[in-house]
């Protein structure tokens, strides 16, 4: 599976990005698949995860309710909608997927090359 985001840019603190990942193979709607980020000097951190038929959605604490993930099968695509935006949202957002999901300390076979989302005036 290869994974290509898009979407990534710069916008002022509580405004909104939507950053997409579109990823290759026939094989698409048997992953789950997921965002993480990582911003500089910090660890790579879990962001969202959705579930093969888009049935379950996770988030993490610091973006509930802000953020929503999605996903579109026949389009082979997974969407991150962020609202709210933060300073601390920037960061370079990866997309990643797997055919194996936990809520805790998933560590996704495929990942993307990222797309950097940055937060400041």
């Known amino acids: 599976v290869q994974l290509v985001e898009s979407g990534g840019g710069l916008v002022q603190p509580g405004g909104s990005l939507s950053i997409s990942c579109v990823a290759s193979?026939?094989?698409?709607?048997?992953?789950?698949m997921g965002w993480f980020r990582q911003a500089p000097g910090k660890e790579r951190e879990f962001v969202a995860a959705i579930t093969w038929n888009g049935g379950s959605t996770y988030h993490a604490d610091s973006v509930k309710g802000r953020f929503t993930i999605s996903r579109d099968n026949p389009k082979n695509t997974v969407y991150l909608q962020m609202n709210s935006l933060k300073p601390e949202d920037t960061a370079v957002y990866y997309c990643?997927?797997?055919?194996?999901?936990?809520?805790?300390?998933?560590?996704?076979?495929?990942w993307g090359r990222g797309t950097q989302v940055t937060v400041s005036s």
């Open positions: 193979g026939r094989t698409f709607s048997s992953y789950h």
């Open positions: 990643v997927a797997d055919s194996f999901l936990t809520t805790s300390g998933w560590s996704p076979k495929y």
